[in-house]
T-cell receptor, first 113, second 114 residues
């Protein structure tokens, strides 16, 4: 079963606008959530994370929102830049799962100039 | 060069052959992870090593898959009697210590089983 889901395989946004990437999870034991960014032929790189004790974490143009009751998180990128074009993966970990991350399927973001 | 390195970058093999994939983690990182990404899919956890503890093998898809970590550093993922469904990008990651430390990924090994 897919414990972390990203239902949008792709998203296209105009440069300067906001990009919103969504992620849903089913396991209530997850207490730490992360977003990774991946360019072709490279490994994923860490972008931003959030603990379940918070509902928002911001780092520059990137903000992650967590809605625990809905088991939903989102990544906002504003303003979007062409260099943000990549595949974005949502991931989660739980206190009972050691360090392993459970990833979503990814959303391919395309930011058009 | 402080990043995670993996070799080979590409591997093409025939069905039924064994393959070994290598990962060199970041120096000083005690945790090492293997994931794989099949075409159009997300990253799937395979196995996790933390210090001297017994590895978490809960993600290995079959007993054809095994991994070792020698001397707390380099790791080798071995796939015996490869099948076409094993074709994927195999990614290794390492982190410093605790589960909330950032996992740094290598570039991956693209395995193609003909």
């Amino acid at each position: 079963d897919q414990q972390v889901k990203q239902n949008s395989p792709s998203l296209s946004v105009q440069e300067g606008r906001i990009s919103i990437l969504n992620c849903d999870y089913t396991n209530s034991m997850f207490d730490y959530f992360l977003w990774y960014k991946k360019y072709p032929a490279e490994g994923p790189t860490f972008l931003i994370s959030i603990s379940s004790i918070k509902d928002k974490n911001e780092d520059g143009r990137f903000t992650v929102f967590l809605n625990k009751s809905a088991k939903h998180l989102s990544l906002h990128i504003v303003p979007s830049q062409p260099g943000d074009s990549a595949v974005y993966f949502c991931a989660a970990s739980g206190n009972n799962q050691g360090g392993k991350l459970i990833f979503g399927q990814g959303t391919e973001l395309s930011v058009k100039p | 060069g402080a990043g995670v390195s993996q070799s080979p970058s590409n591997k093409v093999t025939e069905k039924g052959k064994d393959v070994e994939l290598r990962c060199d983690p970041i120096s000083g990182h005690t945790a090492l992870y293997w994931y794989r990404q099949s075409l159009g899919q997300g990253l799937e956890f395979l196995i996790y090593f933390q210090g001297n503890s017994a590895p978490d093998k809960s993600g290995l898809p079959s007993d054809r898959f095994s991994a070792e970590r020698t001397g707390g550093s380099v790791s080798t993922l071995t796939i015996q009697r490869t099948q076409q469904e094993d074709s994927a990008v195999y990614l290794c990651a390492s982190s410093f210590l605790s589960r909330r430390d950032t996992q740094y990924f290598g570039p991956g090994t693209r395995l193609t089983v003909l």
